[in-house]
């Protein structure tokens, strides 16, 4: 069996990105000291989207689940060249791109401006800084030297932040405090200098042959999603994902052909209807068994933070199995040159 230690995860990770993952916690605290130093203005606006795409737009979706139903007004996630028609002066829209130089995103910013509404951006630079700057709009400046993905504590925190000042939801700077702290003690448990069987090496050995399907529900669909973003990205493999209780009226059935499929349920029993965790059970059974993972913690952030860490682990794991760079991400970039 192959050692998941701190020598083998050194010997593919030419970029660092095992440290980024397990910064988790310092990433979490460094973005709520970073939106406070923008000095943005509380305003009240009738919604909030947040524009951005890959690592950069996975930050709304968490956010948004984190949120839950506490969030006051509408919190839409736009991955795309176009905001919804109904987006006016009354909303603010976060554009939130990393490099600051996605296409899709910088298209978000002309419709944010021709909407007349109030932008706000997050971002290490480019163009979408540049016209940011020039147009006196806010700016909240994120640290470089990261792969975007790497980066998703900030885009979380950030959303969430930017939700408060929106008025759109309440602060969760509590909870966020909180899944530092949880993710720190994580780290070390999970850590490549943590025991071999510790659960992201475990689930790492035991999909190193297989394609996972992860599915979520509620708090944790969108985490499925980050999980299957992860395991492409980082050890340029495929992955899928979904979510209950939809996946019971259409995909159960393709679980009857065989294939290199294996099912991964990612459980939130504690802010999980009663019937969809009932259906988590059912599923498992009919499929022919799911790896089970429960997350943990006290809030929604914890227990949401919780499994973003463990996927990000896994999939880093998945790549040393699979003798990958975790920061080689080729297509992306083959793609993003051809596309000029
Ligand atoms: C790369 C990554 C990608 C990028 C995406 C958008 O690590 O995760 O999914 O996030 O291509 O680029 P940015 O984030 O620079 O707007």
Known sequence: MTALDAAAVAAVDSGGQAAEILDLGVHLRDALWRVESAGLDGQQSAGLVIAGMGGSGVGALLAQAAIGDRATRPIVAVRDYTLPGWVDAHWTVLLSSYSGATEETLSC?????????????????????????AEKVPVIPLPGGFQPRAAVGYATVVALEVAALAGVAPSLRD????????????SVAWGPEGPQDSSPKA???????????????GLTAPVAYRWKCQVNENANRPAFWSELPELDHNEIEGWAASGPFTAVFLEDPAGTHERVQRRFDLTAEIIGGAHRITAQGETRLERLMSLVHLGDLVSLYLAVLGGA???????????????G
């Open 109 to 133: 910013w002309d419709a944010a401006t021709a909407a007349g509404a109030r932008r706000i951006v997050s971002s290490t630079g480019g163009v979408l800084v540049e016209r940011a700057r």
């Open 175 to 186: 909870e966020v405090e909180a899944a530092a702290a949880l993710v720190e003690s994580l």
């Open 203 to 217: 689930l790492a050995l035991a999909l190193e042959d297989a394609v996972p399907i992860v599915c979520g529900a």
């Open 325 to 339: 760079d975790p920061i080689a991400i080729p297509a992306i970039y083959r793609l993003k040159s051809e596309l």
